[in-house]
């Protein structure tokens, strides 16, 4: 098992920033990827953002030279920076981790955009 905790989220206006953290605790051996979504009411989940455990990062145009997806492997977390924020941006936040062929998700943590 896998465990997730995210904090960072909250409210912030159009053009700020916030940077989310996601702590990972139990079986954290052998992560092939990790990733971050959203959804917004009434929207699936989608990936924002993901890194695979050789370092690779994937990220959908959307989000793209905005938010910044990282990691310490030393303090088992994972990170997402976001800047230049919109409105649209405005969802809930969740920690995705994939290890040996299962998926954990976190709580999920919400960021809301004023316009």
């Known amino acids: 098992q896998v465990q997730l905790v995210e904090s960072g989220g909250g409210l912030v206006q159009a053009g700020g920033s916030l940077r989310l953290s996601c702590a990972a605790s139990?079986?954290?051996?052998?992560?092939?990827?990790m990733g971050w979504y959203r959804q917004a009411p009434g929207k699936q989940r989608e990936l924002v953002a993901g890194?695979?455990?050789?370092?690779?990062?994937n990220y959908p145009d959307s989000v793209k030279g905005r938010f910044t997806i990282s990691r310490d492997n030393a303090k088992n977390t994972l990170y997402l920076q976001m800047n230049s924020l919109k409105a649209e941006d405005t969802a809930v936040y969740y920690c995705?981790?994939?290890?040996?062929?299962?998926?954990?998700w976190g709580q999920g943590t919400q960021v809301t955009v004023s316009s």
């Open positions: 995705n981790v994939v290890r040996r062929n299962r998926e954990f």
């Open positions: 139990g079986s954290i051996f052998g992560i092939n990827f």
């Open positions: 890194i695979t455990s050789s370092g690779s990062t």
